[in-house]
């Protein structure tokens, strides 16, 4: 057996956990159960299908899936930023609302 041949076998082993890993990631984004878990498991699914074209690239010996790749990667990281500046956001909001309530119970008990 080739060394090339070899090689194929792993990529396309690795190409199988790498599917199957990003399934798992869904499930995670899906239920969630805080955003910060769904924003990461995002992230994570980001970076396997960067991973997957990379090795793609390699198979098939397809230069330009790397830049497809470079592309990719800066979409993911952009969109990680939005949803985190969404997240930060929301969650400063909220804690803004809980404070304001806590103050005017507060004040409501001091009359």
């Known amino acids: 057996?080739?060394?090339?041949?070899?090689?194929e076998w792993i990529f396309h082993i690795i190409l199988i956990i790498l599917a199957l890993m990003l399934v798992l990631c869904l499930i995670r984004a899906i239920i969630g159960p805080r955003i910060a878990d769904r924003l990461v498991s995002v992230n994570?699914?980001?970076?396997?299908?960067?991973?997957?074209?990379?090795i793609l690239a390699l198979i098939m010996d397809e230069g330009y899936l790397l830049d497809i790749c470079l592309i990719y990667a800066m979409i993911s990281?952009?969109?990680v930023v939005v949803l985190t500046r969404v997240y930060t956001g929301v969650y400063l909001e909220a804690k803004q609302k809980k404070e304001k309530q806590k103050r005017e119970v507060q004040k409501d008990e001091t009359h």
Do not use: D, N
Request: aromatic content about 10%; hydrophobic content about 70%.
């Open 1 to 7: 057996m080739e060394l090339v041949q070899r090689f």
């Open 44 to 54: 994570m699914m980001g970076t396997m299908v960067m991973v997957i074209i990379s």
């Open 77 to 79: 990281f952009l969109a």
